[in-house]
Structure formats: C-alpha cells, structure tokens
C-alpha cells in the first residue's frame, strides 16, 4: 500500500500524471499519516460498517477505512484522480468509487443500495468552502448512524458549542437537533499540502435514533432558530417579529411572555427544548 501521505511518494505521484491542486475545489492534501489512521480509528468503523466518503482527493483516508469497514464508497468529483486514486486504492476489493458531486445525490438512496446488512457512517475531510451544505445533506438524508468530519476547527467548535457561547448559531442547533457532537482532535495546518491558513478539527456527530423534545412542525422550529439569531444583539422578540411578519412585535412578546421567557430574552441563550417550546406556540397561532 502506497502511503500517500509521505510527501515524497505524494510529490512524485501528482507530477506523473500532471495534477494541479485547485483551490476552487478546496484541496488540501494530507502529509501527516497519523491523522487518517486516528479519523478511522475514531470513527468507530468495523467490518461491520458501511462507509460513505466525500472527497477521497488521493486516498489516504480512503485507505484506513477500506482497512476498518466491510465496504467504502466514495464520492469524488474531480476526475482528474481517476489515474491517481487506480493507484493508491486500486487493491481494495471492498471499495467502490462514485464519480459524481455528493450533492447531486439522493444520498438516503445511495446509502440504502450500497450498504445492505452493514451499519452506515459517513466520514470526510471536507474542503472548508462546502462544509455546512455537505453536513447539512448528510445530516437531513437521517440514514446514518454516525457522520465523522474533518472540518475547519471553529466550524466544529461551532457545532459543538454550548447555549449562551460565543460560537452557539443557528448552525449549532441544526446540527444538535440531528445529532449528538464529540470534537475529537486537532490537526494543525502542517499536515497539509498546500497549508492552509487555519488549524483543522475532528468532529463526530451520533446519530440521535430518538429527538427527546416535542416539536409540531418542524419547518416553523428551523424558522424560529433562524429569525432568532438573525437580529444576534437584539431581544428575541425583535427577530421573532422579523421573521414571522403575522406576529408583529406585539404577538412575538406575547409568545415568548406565554412560553414562560423573560421579555429581554435573547435568541442566544436558549436551547433546543426551549427553541421547540417558542416553535410550538408559534405554530399554534399560524394556524
């Protein structure tokens, strides 16, 4: 097995067949060989699983989970690694390479015809430009037991951040909503070719299989997180009034006042329970 992530295996191995790192597409290389070990290790893959890979790039990730799982299949959009990837992942009987963008996917499909009687995952180092579409996909296709990712390091403190933080964010309940997250480890920009400008982190998020809170509609929840951190510095009732125009200030006040909350309450002190309280009350005066 060809270890990809020794520069000078990678360096020579690009040249031959003329390839150009695009930073349109986002592509950091990875030169360090303990970060793809620990992310399969990490990610809790086994014979038993069935991996789903975004962005194999050379495969030094690829490699550690055909090592792990009982079956990898990625999904690669640059062709370019066609040649490349022959080379480092061709030995792998128990990997199948999808050429195609992840987000022209029906992913819960995909998932259901390649993973048959194994446990699903997913697992990425995703190039920072497209983390939260791609999370976002795997997240909402709700066919995973459990999604791994190396993303830029405030995006995973972001995730993983605590109500009344400075990183909490709309982007932090929807992923909570989904998932349990575990920040896992740091990978610091020198394990990269190129370098990029910032420090990496691993993140894993658990599947919740049960949503422990009481939501009516689900579309007004992610409506109310939303106009909740839209007007970050102001009360909640401000942005609540923003983003459901029927409302107006005085019906969000009376919302929030029926909900139980402080009238200078901020978005940004709440949690999901709370969150689901406010949306059902919302909800109920939609009607």
Request: net charge negative; aromatic share 8%; with cysteine.
């Amino acid at each position: 097995m060809l270890n990809v992530c020794d520069i000078q295996v990678m360096k020579p191995l690009l040249a031959e067949h003329g390839f150009h790192f695009s930073k349109a597409k986002g592509q950091n290389f990875l030169i360090a060989s303990w970060v793809p070990e620990n992310i399969a290790i990490e990610s809790g893959v086994d014979e038993q699983t069935g991996v789903l890979e975004i962005g194999p790039g050379i495969g030094p990730l690829t490699q550690q989970l055909c090592l792990h799982a009982g079956k990898v299949c990625a999904v690669e959009l640059d062709h370019r690694l066609k040649p490349i990837l022959e080379k480092t992942v061709g030995e792998f009987d128990n990997l199948e390479i999808i050429w195609d963008d992840v987000l022209k996917q029906d992913v819960a499909a995909l998932v259901k015809e390649k993973f048959a009687g194994l446990r699903p995952a997913a697992c990425a180092n995703l190039p920072y430009y497209i983390t939260s579409p791609i999370l976002s996909a795997l997240l909402e296709a709700e066919c995973f037991d459990q999604v791994t990712v190396m993303v830029q390091k405030e995006v995973a403190v972001r995730i993983a951040a605590q109500p009344g933080s400075a990183d909490y964010s709309a982007f932090t309940i929807f992923c909570q909503y989904y998932a349990e997250p575990e920040l896992l480890f740091d990978v610091p920009a020198h394990c990269f070719l190129p370098q990029p400008k910032v420090t990496s982190a691993v993140i894993t998020l658990r599947v919740r299989k049960e949503r422990p809170w009481q939501i009516d509609d689900q579309d007004i929840f992610f409506r109310t997180v939303r106009a909740s951190f839209a007007m970050r510095r102001k009360k909640l009732s401000n942005g609540l009034a923003s983003g459901f125009s029927q409302l107006g200030k005085v019906g969000a006040a009376e919302v929030i006042a029926e909900c139980g909350f402080d009238e200078n309450v901020r978005g940004e002190t709440l949690g999901i329970p709370e969150f689901a309280k406010l949306a059902n009350a919302i909800a109920a005066r939609l009607k």
